[in-house]
């Protein structure tokens, strides 16, 4: 059992290019999350989704964009990086219909745009 | 505003006992969570609070009061593993999950 992927580990972007992260998990959970995390922040929510087929805007949407197509991916996609997006992006999932909640991280992805 | 503050170091010695505080004040509050970050590494889930006060898993125990917006991570017999980032995290009236920058703590042998 894997339980949360993402690929690709690391990445040198040009600014303007446009770039899909990805992430898929096998343990059937509902609910999953995008973070970026820079030094001296906490994690901070980009997007989210709740269940397939439906997302929602976190704390700094601004410049990404997600789908949920199925239970188990949830791409993230920069149509155009910019060097403010550099950071470290972690993929989250939950299972919400039971206990207390607790998110389980992907191994994240480092993102440098130039 | 939303806010999750915890003290950016802490350094403790190998075998002895460390406390990392976290207080908050968030929109709402549906728990408390504590995670562990190595570095270069993904965060991990430690504990949750969601009543008034201590859960104790092990080496590690934590503390929460709701009416103080406050919460404390409570680390024993510390080990050299042990050195890592540790995160507080908030879960809001949404039930998304606030996150404090993390306390880095050193180990010292």
């Known amino acids: 059992i894997a339980g949360i992927t993402q690929a690709p580990t690391s990445q040198i972007l040009a600014a303007g290019r446009r770039m899909t992260l990805r992430c898929t998990q096998d343990?059937?959970?509902?609910?999953m999350y995008w973070y970026r995390q820079d030094l001296g922040l906490g994690l901070r929510l980009i997007h989210y989704?709740?269940?397939?087929?439906?997302?929602g805007k976190g704390e700094v949407p601004d410049g990404y964009s997600v789908s949920r197509a199925n239970t188990d991916d949830f791409p993230l996609t920069l149509a155009s990086a910019v060097p403010s997006q550099t950071s470290v992006y972690f993929c989250?999932?939950?299972?919400?219909?039971?206990?207390?909640?607790?998110?389980?991280f992907g191994p994240g992805t480092r993102l440098t745009v130039l | 505003g939303q806010n999750i503050d915890q003290p950016t170091e802490m350094t403790a010695t190998e075998g002895a006992i460390v406390q990392i505080n976290c207080t908050y004040q968030?929109?709402?509050?549906?728990?408390l969570f504590w995670y562990q970050q190595h570095a270069g590494e993904a965060p991990t889930f430690l504990s949750y609070?969601?009543l008034d006060g201590l859960e104790e898993k092990g080496r590690f125990s934590s503390f929460l009061s709701r009416s103080k917006g406050y919460s404390y991570l409570l680390l024993k017999e510390l080990q050299m593993k042990d050195s890592a980032s540790y995160l507080c995290?908030?879960?809001?009236?949404?039930?998304?999950?606030?996150w404090g920058a993390g306390t880095k703590l050193i180990i010292k042998p």
């Open positions: 343990m059937r959970h509902n609910a």
């Open positions: 989250a999932s939950s299972d919400e219909t039971s206990g207390p909640n607790e998110q389980f």
């Open positions: 989704s709740n269940t397939a087929g439906t997302t």
């Open positions: 609070n969601v």
């Open positions: 968030t929109s709402g509050f549906n728990g």
């Open positions: 995290a908030v879960q809001d009236s949404n039930y998304q999950l606030i």
